[in-house]
């Protein structure tokens, strides 16, 4: 069964069985230097959770451009241009040949590649930045949270293994987009990219979320072994199970109802969208002829990665 198809239907069913709500363990009384600038609002001046009154609910019903991008717009640029220096790297033929082979070393780089894609036109690049931007909001939510919870050990250590786990988010957001820039320029690099990008998307989205959080980050590492050894997947109960974990793990009182069901829906929707794209133009792979595929696809993953995010900013903000 496509891993995809089975992740949706076990987080529809734990969606039946579990209660979502939303929970915060009180304010951190120190920042780090990074917390106090990279990581705080840059679009408004925000009160603290402790200085909200919660006999106020019009001032944390407010919406505002912060609630969506929190972090200072230097990061943001920094990303975006670390990704276009990286694209400009990869043109040089010695340093890709050098990154291909340092990437070949592992068996992962010599998966099939499952999608051939289609030249990404502009919109479509625009997309995949949108998903790059909100991939790090969430990233710095998670850090900021972990701050906040200083007082409470359990909740630190569950929002640290979720914040490591978010930047492989990040991370193998980039090596997509590093993939689909190699696009008709160097198919070989394009595959390799690829199948980093599934690997690292397995090992920690997909199998070991749940013990990153539950026991420590560190737990990535045995994950990535298996998974790149082909000993954990939807093919066997190891990667079944781990999946299970994962998906239950979501449904915590410390994450917003928003962020647990914007994940499931990220798991269910863009397979969804693949399949039927499929049976509307009858053909294998609605990727390889058709850029209009892959920017739905590349939208519905980012309208949930902007409320992922904006959930996660709401509860720094705000708490419960």
Known sequence: MNHRVWLSLSGLLLLLLLAAAPGVKGISKRLSPVGKT????????????EEISSGNPIVANKVELSDFLRLSPKLHVASIAYFVAGVGLLRIE???????NLLSRVPLAAWDPK??????????????????????????????????????????????????????AYVYTLFTMFSHAMIVHNTNLEH???????????TTSI????????????????????????????ENWTGRILAMFSVYKYFIPELPALFKYSFIGMSVLPTMTSLLLKKILKVDD?????????????????SFAVGMAYSLNRKVKYGN
């Open 38 to 49: 990279a990581f705080q609002p840059r679009f408004s001046n925000v009160p603290a959770v």
């Open 94 to 100: 010695p340093a890709a040949k050098f990154i291909e």
């Open 115 to 168: 999608q051939q894609f289609h030249p990404m036109s502009a919109f479509d690049w625009v997309v995949h930045v949108g998903l790059l931007v909100f991939s790090l909001e969430i990233v710095g939510a998670f850090f900021s949270l972990m701050q906040q919870s200083d007082n409470d050990a359990r909740t630190k250590k569950l929002y640290k293994g979720y914040l490591v786990v978010y930047v492989y």
């Open 192 to 202: 390799v990219l690829g199948n980093w990008f599934a690997g690292i998307l397995q």
């Open 207 to 234: 199998f070991g979320s749940g013990l990153a959080v539950t026991i420590s980050p560190w737990a990535l590492l045995p994950v990535f072994v298996l998974v790149n050894r082909g000993m954990c997947g939807f």
């Open 286 to 302: 609605p990727y390889t002829d058709y850029d209009a595929s892959h920017i739905l696809v590349a939208s519905v993953l980012g």
